[in-house]
C-alpha cells in the first residue's frame, strides 16, 4: 500500500467522490473481500463488489489475493493508498494566478499547490527520501506580527545564503506561516 495516490485525473475523481464508494475504500484499510465489506455496510455483495470493480479500475483499490469459498473464487482487496490527494489540475486554474505578495493568502495557496505536486511526484521506490516535516504553534502578539515575519524573513534568508551554492542535493523549502484563528478578524 502505497502512502498517498495523487489523483490527476477527472475520471479518477468521478469515481472516488461518490458516497458508497467512499464508505467502500474506508473499508478496505486492510484487505477484505466484498462480502465482508458488504455485511459491515449494511449492503449486498454485488452492490459492494460494483464500487469495487470502478475503484479498482481507476487504480484506487487493488486485488491483493483470491480464496475459494463455497465453490467460488472471491477476491480479497485492499485500498491502493492510505491517503488520496485531489490535484487543482482536476479542476483547473480558473483565470491568471494574480498573487504575488508573498504576504498573501492567494500566495500561500498557490504555494501549498505547488508543494502537493512536487510531494506526489517524488520518487517513492528511491529507499531514502531526506525530507523534513515541521509543524508548531507560535503566539504572537497584534503589535509585534511585523517584528516576526522580519525575524522569520531573515532566518530563511541565512539558510539560503548558507547552503544556496550550486554543489550537492537540491532541496525545496517551503514555509506557510498562517492564522490559526484571529480573534476579532
Not at 75 to 86: D, L, M
Not at 122 to 147: C, Y
Amino acid at each position: 500500500m502505497r502512502d498517498v495516490i495523487f489523483l490527476d485525473q477527472v475520471e479518477q475523481a468521478e469515481t472516488l467522490l461518490k458516497p458508497q464508494r467512499i464508505d467502500v475504500l474506508r473499508q478496505l484499510a486492510e484487505p477484505r473481500s466484498c462480502t465482508e465489506v458488504a455485511k459491515v455496510l449494511d449492503q449486498t455483495p454485488q452492490r459492494v463488489y460494483y464500487h469495487v470493480k470502478r475503484l479498482v479500475e481507476a487504480g484506487l483499490v487493488t486485488q491483493v489475493s483470491e480464496r475459494r469459498v463455497r465453490g467460488i473464487n472471491e477476491g480479497v482487496y485492499q485500498a491502493s493508498a492510505r491517503s488520496y490527494w485531489f490535484s487543482p489540475g482536476v479542476v483547473g486554474r480558473i483565470g491568471l494566478r494574480r498573487h504575488t505578495d508573498e504576504l498573501s493568502l492567494g500566495y500561500l495557496l498557490d504555494l501549498m499547490e505547488e508543494v502537493q505536486a512536487d510531494v506526489a511526484a517524488l520518487d517513492r521506490t528511491r529507499p531514502e527520501l531526506p525530507s523534513i516535516g515541521v509543524s508548531g504553534e507560535i503566539r504572537v502578539p497584534p503589535e509585534r506580527r511585523a517584528d516576526f515575519i522580519a525575524d522569520l524573513r531573515t532566518a530563511l534568508q541565512d539558510l539560503f545564503t548558507r547552503y544556496g551554492g550550486a554543489e550537492g542535493d537540491a532541496f525545496k523549502l517551503a514555509v506557510a506561516c498562517y492564522p490559526k484563528d484571529i480573534p476579532g478578524a
